[in-house]
C-alpha cells in the first residue's frame, strides 16, 4: 500500500473533540428511520428465503448475502444502543439493543462492555489488547517466540482463519462463554448467560414453528456473511499500514483515535448498508456520536478529512499482509518485510 501521509499535528488533534462533540445529540426520528428500513428489509428478505428454499438453495444464498448487510445495519444499532448513543433513553437503547441481540448473536451487554473497553485502549501495546479486538504483536515480541507459537501466530493470523473461520467461531462459540475474567465484569457475564438462553429459546421456537431449515438454510448463512463482513471492516479499520500503537506511557487517546482508526473511503451505498462505521475515525473520537450523524460531522468540517487515514477498497485488501507491529518503523509489517529487515538479526 506504501506510505500514507498522514497529518497529526497535535494543534490539529486538539481542536477534533470540541467539533465532534455538536454531533452526539440523539435524533429519535433518524433513530426511528433507521429502525424501519434496516428491520422491515431484513424481514422481507428473510421471508423471500425462505419461500425459496424448496425451490432452490442457489436461490437463497445470494439473498443471504444481501440480507447479511441488513444485518450489519442492525447489528450497527445494537452497537450504539451499547454506546448509548442510538436514542437518548437508556431504557430504549437497552430494549432494542437486546432485541437486535436476538437476531445478531451478538451478545448486547457483554459484547458492549468489551467493545467499550476496546474504545479505552485502542492501540495500546499491554497484556489485554486482545480485549474486543484482533490480538497483534510487535516485531520484538514475534521474535522472542520459541518457534511453535510463531507458527500458532502465523495461523491466526493467516487469511482463511481470520476472515473465514475465525468469524464463525467468533460469532457461535466465543461469544457463547464468559472468556473474559477481569475484575468488575460479573455483571456482563450473567447477561451473557441470559441472552443464551433467551437465544436458545427464540431459535427452538422458529424451528418448532418454521422447522430448521429456517436455521441452517435462512437465518445461519446470512450470520455467517455478517460476521465475515464484520471481522473484515474491523480489521481494515485498526490493522492497516500507518496505525497507532504506543505503549502507556506515550499513549495518546485522540492519535488512537484519529490515527489509529480509518475513514474507509468506500461509494455511499456501502457506507448505508455498513450504518456509517467506515467514519471510524470520528466514531471512535467520540463514541457518544450516533451513527446516522457521523457522515454529516466528516462532511461538514473539512479538517475530519484532513486529518483522516483514508484508505479505499482497493488498498484495503493489502491490509490482510499486515502482520507484525514494527516499533522502529511506526507502522505494520508483512511476514516478507520482517524476514528481510530482521529474519537474520541475532
Known amino acids: 500500500m506504501g506510505h500514507q501521509k498522514y497529518n497529526y499535528d497535535p494543534s490539529l488533534l486538539q481542536q477534533l473533540p470540541s467539533i465532534v462533540k455538536a454531533y452526539q445529540l440523539p435524533d429519535s426520528r433518524k433513530a426511528t428511520i433507521q429502525i424501519l428500513n434496516s428491520f422491515l428489509p431484513f424481514i422481507a428478505i428473510w421471508i423471500a428465503m425462505y419461500l425459496l428454499i424448496d425451490i432452490s438453495f442457489w436461490l437463497v444464498l445470494p439473498l443471504a448475502m444481501v440480507n447479511a448487510f441488513f444485518l450489519v445495519r442492525i447489528f450497527i444499532i445494537q452497537h450504539d444502543c451499547g454506546h448509548q448513543s442510538f436514542t437518548g433513553s437508556r431504557k430504549a437503547n437497552d430494549i432494542i ?82 472468556l473474559i475474567r477481569l475484575k468488575g465484569w460479573e455483571h456482563a457475564h450473567k447477561a451473557l448467560m441470559k441472552h443464551n438462553l433467551l437465544l436458545i429459546g427464540l431459535h427452538v421456537g422458529i424451528i418448532l414453528l418454521l422447522g430448521y431449515k429456517a436455521f441452517l438454510m435462512v437465518h445461519l448463512p446470512i450470520l455467517l456473511f455478517f460476521a465475515i463482513i464484520a471481522i473484515w471492516f474491523f480489521y481494515v479499520q485498526h490493522q492497516h499500514e500507518t496505525a497507532y500503537k504506543e505503549w502507556k506511557d506515550k499513549w495518546d487517546y485522540i492519535r488512537s483515535a484519529v490515527q489509529g482508526s480509518t475513514f474507509y473511503n468506500l461509494p455511499k451505498l456501502f457506507h448505508w448498508l455498513t450504518g456509517n462505521i467506515g467514519y471510524h475515525h470520528i466514531h471512535h473520537l467520540n463514541p457518544l456520536v450516533p451513527n446516522y450523524e457521523l457522515a454529516r460531522c466528516h462532511n461538514e468540517n473539512p479538517i475530519m478529512d484532513q486529518v483522516a487515514n483514508k484508505i479505499t477498497f482497493l488498498e484495503s485488501l493489502k491490509c490482510m499482509f499486515n502482520k507484525l507491529w514494527d516499533e522502529e518503523q511506526h507502522r505494520m509489517i508483512t511476514y516478507r518485510e520482517y524476514f528481510r529487515r530482521y529474519g537474520k538479526k541475532k
Open 97 to 178: 439493543g437486546e432485541i437486535c441481540s436476538m437476531i445478531s448473536f451478538m451478545p448486547y451487554r457483554y459484547w458492549a462492555k468489551s467493545h467499550n473497553f476496546h474504545h479505552g485502549h485502542n492501540g495500546l501495546l499491554w497484556e489485554h489488547r486482545d480485549i474486543g479486538d484482533i490480538n497483534l504483536l510487535t516485531v520484538a515480541e514475534f521474535k522472542a517466540l520459541p518457534w511453535f507459537k510463531k507458527f500458532h501466530y502465523a495461523l491466526f493470523r493467516s487469511f482463511p482463519v481470520l476472515f473465514v473461520i475465525g468469524p464463525a467461531w467468533y460469532l457461535l462459540i466465543q461469544n457463547r462463554f464468559p
